[in-house]
């Protein structure tokens, strides 16, 4: 499977802050080379677009938003450019992406103590509608790459991973962990 442009999200946990408070903190990344495996270009605020993808960091391999997904604030990493490797591997290079920027942004002096992201259930997006369709023999064909990377993120095999959207939709995929604590 040659799934390329791939995106997880992550929600955050409750929390009172403005997309915006994150342009200033996305530019001191860019002046300190904060992500040091991402060639950072430019910060947009897109916050003012009805359902746009907020405060957005461009880098060379994929861009990070920070949204107001259904109220609730969401930090996504979108793969751009193209990967070597199984879908496993591409999988894992966007998960720990996503997951970098998370903790960089939960240990940020404005943020402590007011922001965390669940990690618990993120959400695995194919940007890819030509070649990985929103069916459920596409989610079929991605569940076995899908469940080795997602265990040994969890750590153990006590997950769900289901299909969402519509097929005119891109296939996106809620990964849940079964575990209590």
Known sequence: MELQR?????????TNINA???VPVFHSWIRNKKLKDHLMIDVADYNH???????????????????SDDG???????????QEGT??????????AVLNAAEFLEQ??????RLSFERKRFWVISNDRLNLPNTE?????????FAEIVEEFFAHDHFN??????????LSILVESNVLN
């Open 20 to 22: 915006t408070e994150f």
């Open 137 to 145: 023999q596409a989610f079929e064909q991605l569940r076995p790459a």
């Open 108 to 113: 940020e002096a404005e943020f402590k103590g």
């Open 49 to 67: 677009v009805p359902e746009g993808p907020g405060t957005l960091l461009v880098t060379h391999e994929g861009n990070y938003s920070l949204a």
């Open 87 to 96: 879908i496993s591997v591409r999988l894992n290079t966007a998960l720990k």
């Open 6 to 14: 791939l995106s997880v999200k992550l929600l955050a946990e409750e």
């Open 72 to 82: 609730k604030l969401s930090l996504l990493y979108q793969r751009k450019r193209f």
């Open 161 to 170: 991973l289901s299909r969402h959207g519509e097929r005119k939709e891109p």
